[in-house]
Nanobody, 124 residues
Framework: QVQLVESGGGLVQAGGSLRVSCAAS????????VGWFRQAPGKEREFVGT????????YYADSVKGRFTISRDNAKNAVYLQMNSLKPEDTAVYCC?????????????????WGQGTQVTVSS
């Protein structure tokens, strides 16, 4: 079992930056592909990006490519989502998820473990 806890969300103005963290316990996160997803009110959960378990390759949704960066720190058993040039449409609850899957996996069904999420609000 892997327990995931997100932190670092908050309120930021458009154009600003924020970094959210995903801390794991129970097992080493280095054994899993980690994905980030977001869900805005009234909308379905949306894929944001992933980082592989092997060589830390990353894969992003077109909507965040060039603005968001995912990284991992195996010593801290954590994964990070750095968000730059934030837009109001990035407002959502951001969740991390872990699974033994390919790093290009974009479906929520590819991931077995989920955090509760952290709220990110971007004001215009």
């Amino acid at each position: 079992q892997v327990q995931l806890v997100e932190s670092g969300g908050g309120l930021v103005q458009a154009g600003g930056s924020l970094r959210v963290s995903c801390a794991a316990s129970g097992r080493s996160l280095s054994s899993y592909t980690v994905g980030w997803f977001r869900q805005a009110p009234g909308k379905e959960r949306e894929f944001v990006g992933t980082i592989s378990r092997s060589d830390s390759s990353t894969y992003y949704a077109d909507s965040v490519k060039g603005r968001f960066t995912i990284s991992r720190d195996n010593a801290k058993n954590a994964v990070y989502l750095q968000m730059n040039s934030l837009k109001p449409e990035d407002t959502a609850v951001y969740c991390c998820a872990a699974g033994r899957t390919y790093y290009t996996a974009t479906s929520i069904y590819d991931y077995n473990y989920w955090g509760q999420g952290t709220q990110v609000t971007v004001s215009s």
